[in-house]
Each structure stands twice: as structure tokens, then as C-alpha cells.
């Protein structure tokens, strides 16, 4: 498909109806990610945003925010860092916790990932609530790195995620 | 750093003992992500032996499987396809279960990401004992898509996951 603007790739994103669970429509990207142009396009774009501010490096968040963020990390000549669960890190990590709709869950990253002063982007497939990308930026400062960028694909506004990253230069591409 | 071989990106893998369980010591490729040009020199070799079968989509395993897979399909102006544990993807799936030192597991695809004939690669961190890769070319194949290579970052050679993929065109950087 010949993707040119940011409704295109919106596009197609597909609505899954009652999922993960009832009542909940979920907005599915793997549309963009399967057709060679939209990914392109997607990745092009936040990449000019986050060209900007120079970030090295750029932190993920498993598993669907492993996607674009490596390939961001590449084509800026930046690292790639990941955050994940509680567990599923092999080395020294340290760890936040962050409520959820129901319950809390918990993130970690490696000690030695980020050094002082490291001007670090951090980037997800879905702006929601916030609490996912608040909890890594966290994560990012316990160890002295400067988040100078928070990048997202889809941000659902209507869940006003944005309130919680006010301190932040905050950046989406396909809004709801 | 500057890395110019297999052999320079070998010497960045980290081995961490007793994870994720005691006796086993686990390589840890993060050292490599997180050094932009480690990175690069990953994406690049691994690239260069896809770049030959024309390959679109690329398929990554979830979750560390999502990290380099991602950046190749961009690279070579291909999709990407996520092969997900159950219950992951939104839309509707087939499923393969396969076996594990103790218990199984499962991964799902989405039926509409692979049409018949498609040449796909099949893409992960580690080429350990095979049985995660070859459930990924079972479900590529039960689409009717052409499975025209499959790479890893790195092989545990010890543990004979090549022997699994003797029907395939397989690839990986670094060796042990």
C-alpha cells in the first residue's frame, strides 16, 4: 500500500472487538508492521522526531514495544536497551512497580544499561494510561539517564496517558 | 567499540551463570544492543545472508526473538510478521504446540499474516535446541508460505538445534 500520511498508516490499524478482555476494543498494528511501506513510513516518521534530540540510547519495552523501538535504535546509530518483566533479565537489574487497572505489575532494567547523563528516548507501540511509560522513564533516572524523548505508534487520548508524562517532550503518530 | 568480526561481537556476548536456572550459563547478548555499533555490525552480516533469498515478511519470535528481526525487515523493505505465545494475538490465530526440556509450549500466528508462497524468514536471538525455531516454520508453512531462510544471532552448536532445520538455509553470526 502507498502510505504518504499518518491517517493512511491509521488506516490500517485493525479495531479487534473484546480483547484482551470483554467490552475492550483493541487497536491491532501488526496491519502496518506486515506491509513493507507503513512500516517504513511509521519508522521514518518517529525517527525524524526523535532525530532532534540526539538519544542514545533507545530503551524498549517488552514485548510489543521491542518492535519499533530496535529498528529506531539502528537507524539513529543508537543503542538499543530493553526493559522487561521481573525475572527476565539474566544480569543485575533494578526494579519499579507500577499499579495497574487491576493490581500492579513490575519492570526492570539492567544496572549497567544506562551511565549518568546518557540523553535516552523512550519508546512504545501504545501510549494508554501512562503507567507503563511513566514506570520506565523511572527506571531510566534511577540511574542518571536524562529521557529527552517518549515516543509512541497509537496514543489513545481519550485515556489522557499524556497528563501523567507532562515533564516530558512526548510524541505519537496515530491518535484516538 | 569497534567491531569488525563475528569474533570482536563474540567477545561483547556476557556470560551469566546459573540463569535462568542454576547450572545453566546463559549469554546474554544485551552488551551487543546496547553498542550502537555492535549493533550495526549484527544487523549488517545478519542482512547480507538475507538479503540474497529476497525475503518479505520476516518472521520474529516473541519476545527477545522481536528485537533484531524487526530492524532486518526494515532494512531489507520487507513486513514483519510476530509469532506470539497463546492468547498474545488480538485477531484470529492457528496455533503449534511443541515440546520443552519439562512441559510444552505454544505460539500462535495471525492466519492472515503469511499467504500462500510467500518467501519468509524466520528470525531469532538463539538457535538453541531448534524446537522454538521449527514451531515458527510450522506455522509459516501451515500457511502455505516458503520458508527461505532461517537466522540467528547466536547457535549453542552443542545442543544440535541444526538438526531440527537439515531441510533449511540456516545462519548464525556467532558460534559456541
Redesign the interface.
Known amino acids: 500500500m502507498n502510505i504518504k500520511s499518518p491517517e493512511d498508516l491509521k488506516g490500517l490499524v485493525?479495531d479487534?472487538p473484546d480483547?484482551?478482555k470483554k467490552g475492550i476494543i483493541?487497536k491491532?498494528i501488526?496491519p502496518i508492521?506486515?506491509?513493507?511501506g507503513a512500516?517504513?513510513f511509521a519508522?521514518d516518521e518517529l525517527a525524524d522526531f526523535l532525530a532532534e534530540v540526539h538519544p542514545?540510547?533507545i530503551v524498549?519495552i517488552?514485548?510489543?514495544g521491542?518492535?519499533?523501538s530496535?529498528?529506531l535504535?539502528?537507524?539513529l546509530?543508537?543503542?538499543?536497551?530493553?526493559v522487561?518483566k521481573k525475572?527476565?533479565?539474566?544480569?543485575e537489574t533494578i526494579r519499579v512497580s507500577y499499579d495497574l487497572e487491576y493490581g500492579s505489575n513490575e519492570l526492570e532494567i539492567?544496572q549497567d544499561?544506562i551511565f549518568k547523563g546518557m540523553k535516552v528516548a523512550v519508546v512504545d507501540d501504545l501510549l494508554a494510561t501512562g503507567g507503563t511509560a511513566e514506570a520506565a522513564i523511572r527506571l531510566v533516572e534511577k540511574l542518571g539517564g536524562e529521557v529527552v524523548a517518549v515516543a509512541f505508534l497509537v496514543e489513545l487520548a481519550f485515556l489522557k496517558g499524556r497528563e501523567k508524562l507532562t515533564d516530558y517532550n512526548v510524541f505519537s503518530l496515530i491518535r484516538y
Chains 1, 2 share one sequence.
Open positions: 485493525r479487534v480483547f484482551p483493541f491491532d501488526t508492521l506486515k506491509d513493507p512500516l517504513a519508522v542514545d540510547p524498549g517488552e514485548s510489543r521491542f518492535i519499533l530496535p529498528i535504535a539502528y537507524k546509530r543508537a543503542g538499543f536497551v530493553p522487561r525475572g527476565k533479565l539474566p544480569a539492567h544499561a
